[in-house]
């Protein structure tokens, strides 16, 4: 064997100052790929926080920014995503979703802070509020 790792599987060095980092190229929100980087105290610190970031790339679930709301994102999808795979009238219908009910209520709210108590909570509010049961099962989608 010749010693090369395979394409897509990162990599993983010691930095001179003793940490070690790990790189990989991981799926965006937009749909577009984009060289993430770890750190750890110790290279199976770093390699299982890569495999983390490689498998959920091979699920199709995007790697986020710590900083990005769900306003950010929201919109973000609704036209990196949702726009060009959906019929205008649906897209029209997530739209209308996204800035009357979703980011108004979640939107300043950061993306990696969002738990499933906060989901249902949002969905058990819209429910609570009279929305027909089809129209909060297609936000709870959306989101």
Do not use: C
């Not at 900083?67 to 219908?93: C, G």
């Amino acid at each position: 064997m010749s010693g090369r790792r395979p394409n897509g599987e990162g990599t993983i060095y010691q930095r001179r100052d003793g940490r070690w980092e790990g790189a990989a190229y991981v799926l965006l929100p937009s749909g577009g790929r984009a060289r993430k980087r770890v750190y750890g105290k110790t290279r199976s610190e770093v390699f299982a926080k890569l495999a983390e970031l490689q498998q959920k790339t091979r699920s199709g679930l995007p790697a986020i920014s710590g900083q990005m709301t769900i306003a950010t994102y929201l919109n973000e999808w609704l036209e990196t995503v949702a726009k060009p795979s959906v019929r205008p009238s649906t897209f029209y219908s997530y739209r209308l979703y996204v800035q009357d009910h979703l980011i108004p209520a979640l939107g300043n709210k950061r993306l990696t802070r969002l738990t499933p108590t906060d989901v249902r909570a949002f969905v058990q509010a819209k429910a609570n509020a009279g929305l027909a049961p089809a129209t909060v099962k297609q936000m709870h989608a959306i989101l």
